[in-house]
């Protein structure tokens, strides 16, 4: 990898990170044009791979990143690390910084009844925001009566049941791998 | 404010209030470190509320959720965002290191491993099979989580149409999240604005509980 790829995944990330509003998603179109048609870094089929990819991994979803970052750095080896680890750090760290600083700011309300009030109106629209959410992955992942029964009767499953999530996980992946989903 | 100190504190008593006392930087990191190991697609906000608000009782639903919306509307991963706030709030800088790094490192080796895996044999059709039917699991997941977080407010008219227009701010209206927190945001404080004596009592209830976590962390 060289230093100006180097430079070119920490200029694309770190400048992602700080107009990246609600998260990836908001930011993906932008990765795509400067991942495939900008640097030529891959394919748009091998872009749409890493993201399923980093759909299924777990942990946060910002860190598909880190796959862009592999292979513009040369997809294997040390060179790739570096080019992985780079894409992450650029995109999670000035974001982080900010949050830190505004988390500052809230403590400092500690004592007054606004804060109070905050919390207590902002937690139903949060909840409002969490259904949302969950229909926006349906939509995108479920594209048949059988997938959408399976989340539901997961869901079912999670809630009247004691049943081990990575349980449910791996019986889901299995059914998908014989061809059910 | 002083002299509301003087009230004993009902943190031992009440459920809702979390345990008291503020966790080292090493078990903020493992705690994060669980939370991004069972956490698949998108649902890794409910499993933080699963372990912080639920397992490990570090902060109350509601200070929680509040986080959550403060973490969506900053730019940024929200989850990561999340992290920071719940880290920093539990023990300063370090706090948020130790969240974001728990949240971060092995998701980042696993993903740093798919990937490599995916550049050099390229697709094989079981695997992305598999994915789909994972990422259907996950959904059902986030669903029932979802369901869990929303049922303290299923009695109460205002809590639900707030939710009902943040739902409809993003797939009816189509807007982007922040637009719909920035816009909703006001209303609802507005609408809980400080009044009378009934709020001034649950903020020095959240005064002594931070009061305390404070002490905790001096000793």
């Known amino acids: 990898m060289t230093l100006l790829t180097l430079a070119r995944i920490l200029a694309l990330f770190g400048s992602l990170s700080l107009?990246?509003?609600?998260?990836?998603?908001?930011?993906?179109?932008?990765?795509?044009?400067?991942?495939?048609?900008?640097?030529?870094?891959?394919?748009?089929?091998?872009?749409?791979d890493l993201f399923a990819i980093s759909e299924a991994a777990p942990g946060p979803s910002s860190l598909m990143v880190a796959l862009i970052g592999l292979k513009a750095g040369g997809a294997t080896g040390a060179s790739g690390l570096v080019g992985a680890f780079a894409a992450v750090a650029a995109m999670i760290g000035p974001a982080c910084f900010l949050t830190w600083l505004a988390t500052r700011g809230w403590e400092r309300l500690r004592r007054s009844p606004w804060r109070a009030a905050a919390e207590r109106g902002l937690a139903p629209i949060t909840v409002g925001l969490v259904a949302?959410?969950?229909?926006?992955?349906?939509?995108?992942?479920?594209?048949?009566?059988?997938?959408?029964?399976?989340?539901?009767?997961?869901?079912a499953?999670?809630?009247?049941?004691?049943?081990?999530?990575?349980?449910?996980?791996?019986?889901?992946?299995?059914?998908?791998a014989l061809g059910f989903i | 404010m002083a002299s509301?100190?003087?009230?004993?504190?009902?943190?031992?008593?009440?459920?809702?209030?979390?345990?008291?006392?503020a966790p080292a930087a090493g078990e903020i990191f493992r705690a994060f470190l669980r939370i991004a190991l069972v956490s698949f697609g998108g649902g890794l906000a409910l499993w933080m509320q699963r372990e912080i608000v639920e397992r490990k009782r570090w902060l109350s639903p509601e200070e929680?959720?509040?986080?959550?919306?403060?973490?969506?509307?900053l730019p940024g991963a929200n989850q990561v965002n999340l992290g920071t706030h719940v880290g920093a709030r539990l023990a300063g800088g370090r706090g948020a290191l130790a969240a974001v790094a728990g949240l971060t490192a092995i998701p980042f080796a696993i993903l740093v491993v798919l990937g490599e895996a995916y550049f050099r044999f390229h697709e094989v059709p079981a695997l992305r099979a598999a994915l789909h039917g994972a990422v259907a699991t996950a959904t059902?997941?986030?669903?029932?989580?979802?369901?869990?977080?929303a049922r303290p407010?299923?009695?109460?008219?205002?809590a639900i149409a707030l939710a009902a227009?943040?739902?409809a701010g993003v797939h009816v209206l189509r807007w982007p999240v922040p637009w719909v927190v920035l816009v909703l945001a006001p209303l609802a404080i507005a609408w809980h604005r400080p009044r009378a004596s009934a709020n001034r009592e649950a903020a020095v209830l959240a005064d002594d509980r931070a009061g305390d976590s404070r002490r905790e962390k001096g000793a």
Request: net charge positive; glycine share 10%; charged share 15%.
């Open chain 1, 157 to 176: 499953l999670v809630l009247g049941t004691r049943v081990s999530p990575l349980a449910l996980m791996a019986a889901g992946a299995l059914l998908g």
């Open chain 2, 64 to 73: 929680f959720l509040a986080g959550l919306a403060l973490a969506r509307v």
């Open chain 2, 165 to 167: 227009a943040a739902f």
């Open chain 2, 4 to 21: 509301y100190r003087t009230i004993p504190t009902s943190s031992m008593s009440e459920p809702a209030v979390p345990a008291a006392g």
């Open chain 1, 19 to 48: 107009v990246s509003l609600g998260g990836r998603n908001s930011v993906l179109p932008e990765m795509q044009r400067a991942a495939v048609e900008q640097y030529g870094w891959m394919s748009d089929r091998q872009f749409a």
């Open chain 2, 153 to 158: 407010y299923a009695a109460r008219f205002d």
């Open chain 1, 132 to 155: 949302a959410s969950v229909l926006t992955i349906a939509r995108s992942n479920d594209h048949d009566l059988v997938a959408w029964g399976v989340t539901l009767a997961t869901a």
């Open chain 2, 140 to 149: 059902g997941m986030a669903l029932a989580m979802g369901i869990k977080l």
